[in-house]
């Protein structure tokens, strides 16, 4: 069934369990589908008015479609209580401390991903929309000493593989959604708002462009809401290192910085 329904690669730690909801949900529908249809073709014939000339005003008396109903209520549940609601408790009650993951803020705007990391002191400085500017999209504070070292980049958000990110979510404009389909990440951004959303991704870009053997193949960030005339082109991209890979990268961008 997962080969069938197309699924993007998976690249985070919570993408097994997403993808078994999918596939179960999906051989439910399946079955469904099937059996009420192979019902109404049934009835067609059962209740055709050849075969009934007279209308039979008491109706059908077996008890055969109760018990299916009452059986796919009970599979309904199983998959709400068994599945659905555990795998979301897991993403909004078990974040990981801000010690031990990558933190970074993404901005959305119409129409790009603004991203923001603390730098080395692991403090975002301080952000004030009158500060928004052509050249200073989030608005930082200059003057902020917990924003010298801050990194921010457009459409591009690097991070460590085997290690969690912790995601805050927010949007300048209107509402936007963070999606990274691999990681099976997907959240609105709301103008006013501070959202987190976590994953751990497994599989740095490198790993998955030979995986796939695709040598341009790139983890997109695609804004998931029509959010306006170019919502069409807010894409950016996530690149998943090897954690060395990721501290030069990082040591890079606040060597640029400094040089500025
Ligand atoms: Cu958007």
Known sequence: MQELLGLPAAASSHAGDIDQMIVLIHWLMAVLFVGWGAFFVYVLVRFSRRANPKADYAGAKGKLSKGIEVAI???????????AIPAWAKRVQQFPSEGEATVVRVVGEQFAWNVQYPGADGK???????LVSADNP??????????????TTINQLNVPVDRPVLVQLSSKDVIHSFGLYEMRVKQDAIPGLRIPVWFI??????DMRQKLGKADFDYEITCSQLCGLGHFRMRGFLTVQSATDYQKWMADQLKEKAGN
């Open 138 to 151: 989030l608005g930082l504070d200059r003057s902020d000493p917990d924003g010298k070292d801050d990194v």
């Open 124 to 130: 975002f400085g301080r952000t004030d929309v009158k």
């Open 201 to 206: 991704p497994t599989v740095t870009t490198a």
């Open 73 to 83: 209520v009970i599979a309904e549940m199983v998959l709400l209580i068994g599945y």
